[in-house]
């Protein structure tokens, strides 16, 4: 059973361009988080997302940052109009319920120009 | 609402030596506690974790911690670490009833020779 995967592993933008970063979660996990992690600090929730609903944004900021979880494929963090403040290792988990342990994926950093 | 304090950002240690890394939490409401592990580039593994039960929980590679309710700590020790035993440590909790984790902001163990 492999792990949560994410792509790209490493992610280079310009100011204003825009970023999609992916996770598949683990084999029967249908609950997907996405957390942030800033130089020198510790991972901040960002959004939590079941197939097709998003259940708590409550760490998205409001502008610019959507994710999706759609039926089939990977959940999708979308990022537009990126700015150096993005620039962070962002990190997918997985889990198969509400209230199970979750299971990280190696995280995509991104780095904005 | 939920915080998660790590007062030592950076640990060293000798080779051989005991180490503590302190975690403290503050919450209203009961919680489930984790340590979680992050070796350089990756993303973070499972290291313990406290659901119920006996308050001291153990790892498979020799780390331990305990809940301490009136306290609100939740400290990992180890009594002999290794050079493999360098990476990050993070502390989490998560609130019964929903599955936002929360983190402290870390700390670095680093296991000299």
């Known amino acids: 059973n492999a792990g949560v995967m994410q792509n790209p592993r490493h992610l280079v933008r310009r100011r204003g361009q825009e970023a999609r970063l992916r996770c598949s979660p683990m084999?029967?996990?249908?609950?997907v988080y996405w957390y942030r992690q800033l130089p020198e600090e510790g991972l901040k929730f960002m959004v939590y997302l079941q197939k097709e609903n998003i259940i708590d944004e409550s760490g998205m900021p409001k502008e610019r940052f959507s994710a999706e979880f759609p039926k089939e494929g990977p959940s999708i963090l979308r990022i537009q109009q990126v700015v150096r403040g993005d620039s962070a290792a962002y990190f997918c988990a997985s889990c198969p319920g509400v209230q199970e342990t979750q299971y990280f994926g190696p995280g995509t950093r991104l780095l904005v120009l | 609402a939920q915080s998660v304090t790590q007062l030592d950002s950076q640990v060293p240690v000798f080779e051989e030596a005991p180490v503590e890394l302190r975690c403290n939490y503050s919450s209203s409401v009961s919680v489930y506690l984790f340590w979680y592990v992050q070796y350089p580039n990756q993303g973070l593994q499972l290291l313990l974790k406290?659901?119920?039960?006996?308050?001291l929980v153990e790892s498979i590679n020799g780390f331990e911690a305990e809940f301490n309710k009136s306290q609100t700590s939740f400290h990992l020790r180890k009594p002999s670490v290794h050079i493999s035993d360098t990476a990050e440590y993070f502390c989490a909790v998560r609130v019964y009833n929903f599955n936002k984790f929360y983190f402290g902001s870390g700390t670095k163990l680093n296991v000299k020779p």
């Open positions: 084999k029967g996990h249908s609950h």
């Open positions: 406290y659901l119920s039960g006996s308050t």
